[in-house]
């Protein structure tokens, strides 16, 4: 009697003891996981120039089941370039999901409401206009004076091709200058023109513009919310 009762011990000891080797290494990943590098919100431009200097990444690659972008961050707009390789690295886009689709405007994704704590700090450059294919950081238009960017919500632009009276009449508009190279691609690739100088730039897809015109046309419901979701994974090009 007393073989099968030490035999049952045993069996159950081990069964314990590799559930509990099992939870210490579920709370390992799990802790390695939740790893997100702290920016203080009163030194964001500081310690994301400080951050990119560290990471120079510039290529990322956005995974969905429409198809996949390749996406070249540009390197002068440090802050935006440092920024989102952050978010990369750190997990923050683990769930996240294109969320918000205007046809002929653009698809926006990220973890909204679920932001991070400091804003980034704009970086307009006129070289880079909202054409096709570019990729711009959300932000708020309330209290938002500078026009400071969302630090996790982007977009990339889908918008529509414009004819030559109408980009010299949005250029008379909004102010705008623009090269004639610049012109050229808005009447033939199109873009947003309305968004040049109000929200930065960082980068664009040079790969899969098509899957932009895909979930562009998705079905919506209270005007810009897919029916269904649309996940996305996102990683870096090493």
């Known amino acids: 009697m007393k073989f099968p009762l030490n035999s049952l011990y045993l069996k159950c000891m081990k069964s314990i003891l590799t559930y509990a080797s099992c939870l210490v290494l579920f709370s390992l990943l799990s802790c390695e996981?939740?790893?997100?590098?702290?920016?203080?919100?009163?030194?964001?431009?500081?310690?994301?120039?400080?951050?990119?200097?560290?990471?120079?990444?510039?290529?990322?690659?956005?995974?969905?089941?429409?198809?996949?972008?390749?996406?070249?961050?540009?390197?002068?707009?440090?802050?935006?370039?440092?920024?989102?390789?952050?978010?990369?690295?750190?997990?923050?886009?683990?769930?996240?999901?294109?969320?918000?689709?205007?046809?002929?405007?653009?698809?926006?994704?990220?973890?909204?409401?679920?932001?991070?704590?400091?804003?980034v700090p704009a970086e307009f450059n006129k070289q880079h206009i909202h054409k096709k294919g570019a990729v711009s950081m959300a932000r708020s238009d309330e209290n938002n004076p500078n026009l400071?960017?969302?630090?996790?919500?982007?977009?990339?632009?889908?918008?529509?091709?414009?004819?030559?009276?109408?980009?010299?009449?949005?250029?008379?508009?909004l102010g705008l200058e623009l090269t004639p190279e610049q012109k050229q691609t808005y009447m033939t690739s199109g873009g947003y023109m309305s968004l040049d100088q109000q929200y930065t730039v960082f980068g664009e897809v040079v790969e899969g513009l098509e899957v932009i015109d895909k979930i562009a046309a998705v079905k919506v419901f209270n005007e810009d919310k897919p029916l269904r979701k649309i996940p996305m994974k996102i990683s870096l090009v090493e």
């Open 33 to 119: 996981q939740k790893k997100v590098t702290e920016i203080d919100p009163q030194n964001v431009a500081a310690e994301l120039a400080a951050y990119g200097e560290q990471h120079p990444e510039n290529e990322v690659l956005i995974e969905t089941s429409f198809g996949n972008m390749r996406i070249r961050l540009y390197d002068d707009t440090p802050l935006h370039r440092a920024n989102f390789i952050k978010n990369i690295r750190d997990g923050i886009y683990e769930d996240a999901e294109f969320y918000r689709i205007h046809y002929q405007f653009m698809i926006q994704a990220g973890i909204y409401p679920k932001e991070l704590n400091y804003d």
């Open 148 to 173: 400071e960017s969302s630090s996790t919500e982007f977009f990339i632009v889908q918008g529509s091709a414009y004819a030559d009276y109408q980009v010299e009449e949005e250029m008379q508009s």
